[in-house]
Each structure stands twice: as structure tokens, then as C-alpha cells.
């Protein structure tokens, strides 16, 4: 995999008493799905919006592409053409009289010809699975539609890596599925992905890899497994294991066994790992 983005050394303060990026390196390859934990005031939010150009950095650099980023305009919109940020609100992003239109709103200011422009948004449309909101105005749309064109509005920029602020939030069962079927088809067409979220047990489901959050610095950067089986880790960025990785590991301590490496995401594989198992003993030891 090659290397798309990278922030070095970078750090950001809304004020002389809230710095809430601390000297933040890491860098995203192509094809990644990347989940960023951390509690309220941890500092991914601020991330995400240095990562898209949204803020500038006041100290270190961004890297886009293996070219630095700096405030010039052409610059701005290279990285924000390429790196494609979804609000956890989608009210906060969506601002047209219809659905078309506001999926066109980042395609036009490219500068596309009205044709390209017009091929784009089918296409983000229909991969949305909302063609027929097409003339639709977006405010009489559910909370899972909106999602859904809020997304649509970033894959129409054709971007190379998007990063999706709670994805989930409220989202019903059945719309927060969808989504996570939609973000596969996106990373299997070679998108990185890029989720921040509370949700340990979507993040676990999604991502390889984990980035962990504190008090404006990362404090872990590895294996989605390896994170959730540091205590200190997770103690400290005030996260839960996964439900289905905490059950996994306590019938595992049942038998004394290793639980071995990767742990079951999901309820499907947590059946083929216990069935397979068949010497666990869930039975008291007492």
C-alpha cells in the first residue's frame, strides 16, 4: 500500500488553555479502514478537520500525496478533492433545495464541465442506492437518508480516502447496517476509510487498524485487536471492549486458553469459533 496522507508533528489550540492537538504524527495508506477511538474532548474531530483543510495546523505539516499542503487555495482544494469529510450531522453539511443539486455543489466548484458534473451524480446517486430522491429537497428526508446524501455529496468529489465523523449516530439498526454494507463497497472500489466513533462494536466490525486518542495525543496506533487487548489503552481513552471480543475472551479464560488472533466481529464468526472450539466448557468450575 502506498502512503495518501500523512499529518507531521502537527498541533492545533482553540485558545492559550485548550490545545486540543498535541504534536499529532500519523499517516493513512490506500485501502485502509482506519476506526478513531477516544472520548468527547479527545481531539478526533479537530483531527479529522486538519486532515481535510477545514483547520490549518499551527504547528507541523500535512501531507498530501508526497506533496506538503500549505494555505495557498489550489492547495486546499487538492486535499479536499482527495480526502472527503462526512459530518456527523448532515444537516450541517447539506445546504442545496434538492438532492441533486447539493451533490453537484462540490463536482461544480472543481470546475467540471456541466456534462462530468451531471455523470457524477448519477453515479454518487445510484451507489447511494437514492436515484429516486434525485429532485427531492433533502429537509423532508429521514435521518438515514440525509446520511446518505451527505456521503453521496464527498463520493461525487471522487475522493481517495473519506473520513466519516460518527457515522452512525442515529442511525436505526437497520440504516446503520446499510451504511456499513455501502462503506464496504466503497473500501472494495480501493477508497480508504476512515471512521471516528463511540460505537466499539461498528468500529470492531469495520476496521483493521485503530487510532487512539487522549487528551489531544494519540496513545495507541495499531492492530484494531492489539488495541482492544491493551487494558492501559483502553483505561485510559475510557473505552469498552467490543461485546462479542469481551464474550470471545471470557469463555477463553473459561478453558485457560489463548484466544488467539483475529477474534471473532461478528455473530457469525463468533459461532464458528465457538462450534469449532468444541473443548470449551462453559460450565462452572466451581
Known sequence: MSELLALQDVSFSYGHNYLALSNISVSFQAGERVAVLGGNGAGKSTFFLCCNGVLRPQQGRVIFDGQEVTSSRRDVYRLREGVGLVFQDPDTQIIAGSVASEVSFGPM??????????????????????????????????????????IADIIAMRPRIILLDEPTASLDPVNARALEDILNELNSAGITIVISTHDVDFA??????????????????ASIDAVFADDAVLVQA???????????????????????????????EFKQRVASDNHFDTTSKE
Do not use: C, W
Request: aromatic share 8%; net charge negative.
Open 204 to 221: 470492531y466490525r469495520m476496521a483493521e487498524r485503530a487510532i487512539v486518542f487522549a487528551a489531544g495525543e494519540i496513545i495507541a496506533d
Open 238 to 268: 475510557g473505552l469498552n471492549k467490543p461485546l462479542l471480543y469481551a464474550a470471545y475472551e471470557y469463555l477463553s479464560s473459561l478453558d485457560n486458553r489463548q484466544t488467539g488472533s483475529p477474534m471473532p466481529r461478528t455473530i457469525e
Open 109 to 150: 466548484n472543481l470546475g467540471l464541465t456541466e456534462d462530468e458534473v451531471s455523470r457524477r451524480v448519477t453515479q454518487a446517486l445510484a451507489e447511494m442506492n437514492i436515484s429516486h430522491y434525485h429532485d427531492y429537497a433533502p429537509q423532508y428526508l429521514s435521518g438515514g437518508e440525509k446520511k446518505r446524501v451527505s
